[in-house]
């Protein structure tokens, strides 16, 4: 999809920092980084990782041109051994991750990087644009998709993205969310999203009348026909002129696929619709309904009895209007020094903001009976989760709420995709993706994906990660 050299999309004080790195002697150590995330939009209790893709098209990519060189030198910052470093750069580093389309939960590392410190420090910003903003549009897709309960919904946002990469992968990761598809056709062209459309208000305005607007529209799209009813009136004209050209594209051998409502009540319009499309025989026309809608509207249409088959979701979504910000962090966890990991922690005057230290592995425990995942487990690299014993799990922040796990099968969720700079993971299709991201929902209880007071998902730390970290805590307090 994307031939630009993004490398320069960076902080500057990346920049400055492997510059200063390189002076000091310590570019080359080598270092370990966890994303992750803090807090879910919504006040949810989980989100969707994505954005894994073009993470890696990135740090394939990496590349430092002649250009770049020419406007670092001209910042007067930079040694001219820092300079000839980019210009000979080679990504190097270990990267494991969370495959796309996995639930994920406050501060289990999404990502982890290995490698020397000038280089780790490097890719931050752009690991934690495209993980952010994708996780964040396919978070609010799921949310948005659950409410309309099987109906399908179509990604509409294209004009209220912000700018046009917000656009295109904004309706990638909703796609990942469960959309049925989108209005964006570069999306589809670059990764077979399908792309759905009917008409817009101008259509109807150009032509003498409403109905010979949609004789037209019908004309050209006899198995493809939803008609756009509210242009002047959905119920004296819109549903009573669509009305009489499905019967007219009957008599043809067609059958019209639907209205689409873009205005006004869209619970009482669609029941008055539906009865009319139904008393003219018409009880296969679907009713589409558009305009501003997100996860709570749409549940409350359903709640009202609305006669709507499918939902067009534009600006609150591909914005994430209610929450428009993914706060992935890309903390230092670990240095390597002679072969041995030592591990780092930041600490806070917000309890939220403590970092859990060294290398480390995250872990899912699924019941075995239910299928249903039970905790997540972050353990140290070495660790491995014995699932033929029983588990103890605790809340790390409610300490006295403990339980005892039996019956389990335990995964680990990171999985290697560079190994010493080499990409080793090959990408799934988009499909493929969204088939995985609705599997892994289905292990995850209702009560965890409630929109409102969500039941807390149980994200553990290993015994031996929990002594370390209060042991480094109570050193450096």
Same mark, same amino acid.
Request: proline share 4%.
């Given at each position: 999809?994307?031939?630009?050299?993004?490398?320069?999309?960076?902080?500057?004080?990346?920049?400055?920092? +492997?510059? +200063?790195?390189?002076?000091?002697?310590?570019?080359?150590?080598?270092?370990?980084?966890?994303?992750?995330?803090?807090?879910?939009?919504?006040?949810?209790? !989980?989100?969707?990782?994505?954005?894994?893709?073009?993470?890696?098209?990135?740090?394939?990519?990496?590349? /430092?041109?002649?250009?770049?060189?020419?406007?670092?030198?001209?910042?007067?910052?930079?040694?001219? &051994?820092?300079?000839?470093?980019?210009?000979?750069?080679?990504?190097?580093?270990?990267?494991?991750?969370?495959?796309?389309?996995?639930?994920?939960?406050?501060?289990?590392?999404?990502?982890?990087?290995? +490698?020397?410190?000038?280089?780790?420090?490097?890719?931050?910003?752009?690991? $934690?644009?495209?993980?952010?903003?994708?996780?964040?549009?396919?978070?609010?897709?799921?949310?948005?998709?659950? =409410?309309?309960?099987?109906?399908?919904?179509?990604?509409?946002?294209?004009?209220?993205?912000?700018?046009?990469?917000? &656009?295109? !992968?904004?309706?990638?990761?909703?796609?990942? *969310?469960?959309?049925?598809?989108?209005?964006?056709?570069?999306?589809?062209?670059?990764?077979?999203?399908?792309?759905?459309?009917?008409?817009?208000?101008?259509?109807?305005?150009?032509?003498?009348?409403?109905?010979?607007?949609?004789?037209?529209?019908?004309?050209? !799209?006899?198995?493809?026909?939803?008609?756009?009813?509210?242009?002047?009136?959905?119920?004296?004209?819109?549903?009573?002129?669509?009305?009489?050209?499905?019967?007219? $594209?009957?008599?043809?051998?067609?059958?019209?696929? +639907?209205?689409?409502?873009?205005? *006004?009540?869209?619970?009482?319009?669609?029941?008055?619709?539906?009865?009319?499309? @139904?008393?003219?025989?018409?009880?296969?026309?679907?009713?589409?309904?558009?305009?501003?809608? @997100?996860?709570?509207?749409?549940?409350?249409?359903?709640?009202?009895?609305?006669?709507?088959?499918? /939902?067009?979701?534009?600006?609150?979504?591909?914005?994430?209007?209610?929450?428009?910000?993914?706060?992935?962090? !890309?903390?230092?966890?670990?240095?390597?020094?002679?072969?041995?990991?030592?591990?780092?922690?930041?600490?806070?005057?917000?309890?939220?903001?403590?970092?859990?230290?060294? /290398?480390?592995?995250?872990?899912?425990?699924?019941?075995?009976?239910?299928?249903?995942?039970? =905790? @997540?487990? $972050?353990?140290?690299?070495?660790?491995?989760?014995?699932?033929?014993?029983?588990?103890?799990?605790?809340?790390?922040?409610?300490?006295?709420?403990?339980?005892?796990?039996?019956?389990?099968?335990?995964?680990?969720?990171?999985?290697?995709? /560079?190994?010493?700079?080499?990409?080793?993971?090959?990408?799934?299709? $988009?499909?493929?993706?969204?088939?995985?991201?609705?599997?892994?929902?289905?292990?995850?209880?209702?009560?965890?994906?409630?929109?409102?007071?969500?039941?807390?998902?149980?994200?553990?730390?290993?015994?031996?990660?929990?002594?370390?970290?209060?042991?480094?805590?109570?050193?450096?307090?």
């Amino acid at each position: 999809m994307d031939e630009r050299n993004l490398t320069m999309l960076v902080d500057f004080y990346e920049l400055t920092m +492997g510059n +200063g790195f390189l002076e000091n002697g310590c570019g080359e150590e080598i270092a370990y980084f966890d994303m992750f995330y803090r807090k879910a939009p919504d006040d949810a209790a !989980y989100a969707i990782a994505a954005g894994l893709e073009q993470v890696i098209a990135y740090l394939k990519k990496l590349r /430092f041109t002649e250009e770049d060189i020419a406007y670092l030198r001209g910042k007067k910052l930079f040694c001219e &051994a820092f300079l000839d470093y980019l210009r000979h750069f080679r990504f190097s580093c270990d990267v494991w991750a969370i495959l796309e389309g996995t639930p994920v939960f406050p501060s289990e590392p999404i990502l982890t990087v290995r +490698g020397p410190a000038m280089q780790a420090q490097l890719i931050e910003t752009m690991v $934690l644009l495209s993980i952010n903003h994708q996780s964040l549009i396919a978070t609010k897709a799921n949310r948005i998709v659950t =409410a309309a309960q099987g109906r399908p919904v179509m990604e509409f946002g294209s004009r209220r993205a912000q700018g046009y990469d917000g &656009a295109v !992968y904004g309706a990638r990761a909703a796609y990942i *969310g469960g959309v049925a598809g989108t209005a964006c056709a570069i999306a589809d062209r670059a990764f077979g999203i399908p792309a759905l459309g009917t008409m817009a208000h101008s259509w109807v305005q150009l032509y003498d009348s409403e109905l010979e607007a949609f004789r037209a529209y019908a004309k050209v !799209y006899p198995d493809d026909c939803t008609l756009l009813v509210d242009t002047y009136s959905v119920l004296k004209s819109g549903v009573p002129n669509a009305i009489t050209v499905f019967k007219e $594209l009957e008599a043809q051998g067609h059958r019209g696929r +639907g209205i689409r409502i873009d205005s *006004g009540d869209m619970a009482y319009l669609s029941k008055k619709a539906r009865k009319m499309l @139904d008393a003219a025989g018409l009880d296969y026309v679907g009713i589409v309904a558009s305009n501003s809608l @997100d996860e709570y509207i749409i549940r409350d249409l359903i709640m009202q009895g609305a006669q709507i088959t499918s /939902f067009g979701v534009g600006e609150r979504l591909v914005t994430s209007k209610s929450e428009p910000v993914f706060g992935g962090v !890309y903390k230092l966890a670990a240095v390597e020094k002679d072969g041995q990991i030592i591990p780092k922690i930041k600490i806070s005057e917000n309890a939220v903001k403590v970092t859990n230290p060294s /290398f480390k592995t995250v872990w899912r425990l699924f019941d075995n009976e239910s299928g249903k995942a039970v =905790a @997540d487990v $972050l353990t140290l690299h070495d660790e491995v989760i014995d699932d033929t014993q029983p588990y103890e799990i605790f809340d790390p922040i409610h300490t006295y709420k403990r339980k005892t796990v039996t019956n389990f099968t335990a995964k680990r969720l990171q999985v290697p995709v /560079f190994v010493k700079g080499e990409c080793v993971y090959e990408s799934p299709t $988009l499909p493929e993706i969204q088939k995985y991201c609705k599997e892994q929902l289905e292990t995850i209880w209702e009560e965890v994906k409630r929109f409102e007071n969500a039941q807390t998902y149980f994200v553990d730390l290993s015994q031996k990660l929990w002594d370390l970290k209060y042991q480094m805590l109570d050193r450096k307090l």
